[in-house]
């Protein structure tokens, strides 16, 4: 009784762990099809439900459309590789059961026999967006995607239960650092430019807002209407750069609703300056 309740235990405890790199599969999943250029398979990646068994080391995807599964399933060298890395069995299948397809870690080992080429692959950085460790739904995937349609914009991605940063772009690097960009792109240190970006998602808006500019703010996105792209604000705020000077932006805000129900702020500036000091505006 008492190994069976230790094991019990043990299982419990292995669960969140596993629903953890179920979910981390997920994610590279969606951000490896992004890099390869398959947007339609990324969209219906994002949108599977993993489904994880941590006894056998199990993870299903479940598509609630068989032409979602099929998307996601001609990419079966690339499921292959990361089965293997993540040492897992995967089976893909709609809500109904049909389609299934099996996929374990050692058909890697059969496609390295057979002498095909199993696929070299990355998780891949996004240079172009910093992307917090968050849950990937169709709507965030959609913004993503006009993110990368548009890697000129300045724009960002705030939720709001956290108030933190979730998605920067990389051309928001010079608002974001402020007078230290200059100085670090002109010494060549652009490693220590795109980590600084990458930290911004990990802050909050309190952590760069001046507290009157915070209270405008929220005073003026209160009447935005979800998912609707025609109810915007723009919006002048004043706060700190990351080297510490006071800057003033002004961004057009909307706001959006996930599959989730998380809400989501989604910025673009359209500009900014260094200010002397802060002052009301």
């Not at 049909?98 to 199993?118: C, D, K, L, V, W």
């Amino acid at each position: 009784m008492l190994i069976n309740a230790a094991l019990h235990q043990l299982n419990e405890a292995l669960a969140p762990s596993f629903n953890d790199q179920a979910r981390r599969f997920l994610r590279q999943l969606v951000l490896i099809l992004i890099q390869k250029g398959d947007f339609d398979a990324a969209i219906a990646a994002s949108e599977a439900k993993p489904i994880a068994n941590p006894q056998s080391k199990l993870l299903e995807l479940v598509f609630s459309e068989p032409s979602q599964l099929i998307k996601v399933r001609r990419h079966t060298d690339l499921l292959i590789v990361l089965a293997e890395r993540e040492t897992v069995s995967i089976f893909l299948k709609t809500d109904s059961g049909s389609g299934m397809t099996h996929i374990s870690p050692n058909q890697a080992e059969i496609m390295r026999r057979n002498g095909m080429n199993s696929p070299v692959i990355a998780v891949p950085s996004l240079e172009c967006i910093q992307v917090a460790e968050m849950a990937l739904t169709p709507t965030l995937m959609r913004v993503m995607l006009d993110f990368f349609e548009h890697p000129e914009m300045r724009c960002g991605v705030v939720e709001l239960g956290s108030q933190r940063q979730v998605m920067i772009t990389a051309s928001s690097a010079e608002m974001i650092l402020g007078q230290d960009y200059r100085r670090l792109r002109d010494a060549g240190k652009d490693h220590i430019i795109k980590e600084r970006v990458g930290a911004a998602t990990r802050l909050r808006r309190e952590d760069y807002f001046y507290d009157y500019s915070l209270e405008q703010f929220e005073r003026m996105t209160r009447e935005l209407t979800p998912n609707d792209p025609s109810s915007t604000r723009e919006i002048t705020i004043q706060g700190e750069a990351r080297s510490g000077e006071p800057y003033q932006w002004t961004h057009r805000y909307r706001l959006i609703q996930d599959e989730s129900g998380r809400l989501y702020h989604v910025g673009q500036n359209l500009g900014f300056e260094p200010i002397r000091e802060p002052i009301a505006v």
